[in-house]
């Protein structure tokens, strides 16, 4: 009886982390469209920082391929599109987007520019 009970409340645990790990973590395929929306004139449609505005820019939109973007961690990454970069055309999106639309815009991201673990 007692195992059955542990073996209930650990499934439990594991359950429910793997709940929230997968709430924060945003969902691609919306933000894809948000990004299409907010972020490709600049970004461009291969993230690399060619969007059809970036000419136009003094300081060139980031290259979200970039092996320095990749290697940030989500962290700074929501702190860049929900505050923005100071001294840059990149503004805060705080406030134009919603919590949700961030993660889920930066889940886009790391979709198409995974992650580049630093060991
Ligand atoms: C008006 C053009 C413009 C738009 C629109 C724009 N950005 Fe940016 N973005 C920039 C510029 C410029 C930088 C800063 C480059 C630098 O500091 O060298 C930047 C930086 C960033 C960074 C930081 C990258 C790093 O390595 O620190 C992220 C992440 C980012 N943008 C994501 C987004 C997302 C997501 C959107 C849409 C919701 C978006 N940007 C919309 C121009 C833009």
């Known amino acids: 009886m007692k195992t059955t009970l542990a073996a209930v409340v650990i499934l439990l645990l594991i359950g429910t982390s793997w709940v929230s790990a997968q709430m924060s973590?945003?969902?691609p395929k919306i933000g894809q469209g948000v990004y299409e929306q907010?972020?490709?004139?600049?970004h461009g449609s291969k993230l690399d920082g060619n969007g059809p505005d970036s000419?136009?820019?003094?300081?060139?939109?980031?290259?979200?391929?970039?092996?320095?973007?990749?290697?940030?961690?989500?962290?700074?990454?929501?702190?860049?599109?929900?505050?923005?970069?100071?001294?840059?055309?990149?503004?805060?999106?705080?406030?134009k987007l919603t919590d949700e639309q961030i993660l889920d815009v930066l889940s886009y991201i790391r979709a198409m520019s995974p992650p580049d673990i630093v060991s």
């Open 55 to 95: 000419e136009d820019l003094i300081v060139r939109p980031a290259n979200l391929q970039s092996r320095i973007t990749r290697s940030k961690t989500d962290w700074e990454l929501l702190v860049a599109i929900s505050n923005g970069v100071l001294f840059s055309p990149m503004h805060g999106f705080r406030g």
């Open 38 to 42: 907010q972020c490709l004139r600049c």
């Open 25 to 27: 973590r945003g969902n």
